[in-house]
């Protein structure tokens, strides 16, 4: 059984995606573990599209794109519906 929520933040250091970086950092909880990835890295950006992504900045957790980022940025309430901030135990 996994101890931390995995939550991954696809970025490209743009103002809006620094803006979602903090947003997602404040709303974790001590079980989420966040990762910031930069898509200007070619292996990054080979594994954000194997998972679907369009556009940044997008988040992930668990292995799983969230909805809201599939076709616009991140939604807050809907990253939250998905796990954000919720203690795994």
């Given at each position: 059984?996994?101890?931390?929520?995995?939550?991954e933040?696809?970025?490209?250091?743009c103002?809006?995606?620094?803006d979602?970086?903090?947003?997602?950092?404040?709303?974790?909880?001590?079980s989420?573990?966040?990762?910031v990835l930069d898509?200007?890295?070619?292996?990054?950006?080979?594994?954000?599209?194997?998972?679907?992504?369009?556009s940044?900045p997008?988040?992930?957790?668990?292995?799983?794109?969230?909805d809201?980022c599939?076709e616009r940025?991140?939604?807050l309430?809907?990253?939250k519906?998905?796990?954000?901030g919720?203690?795994?135990?």
């Amino acid at each position: 059984m996994a101890t931390k929520r995995k939550i991954e933040i696809f970025s490209a250091g743009c103002a809006v995606c620094e803006d979602v970086i903090a947003q997602v950092k404040k709303a974790a909880c001590p079980s989420c573990e966040t990762t910031v990835l930069d898509m200007n890295d070619a292996g990054i950006a080979t594994r954000a599209k194997n998972l679907g992504i369009q556009s940044v900045p997008s988040v992930v957790i668990d292995g799983k794109l969230a909805d809201c980022c599939s076709e616009r940025g991140p939604d807050l309430d809907a990253l939250k519906e998905i796990g954000l901030g919720k203690p795994l135990i």
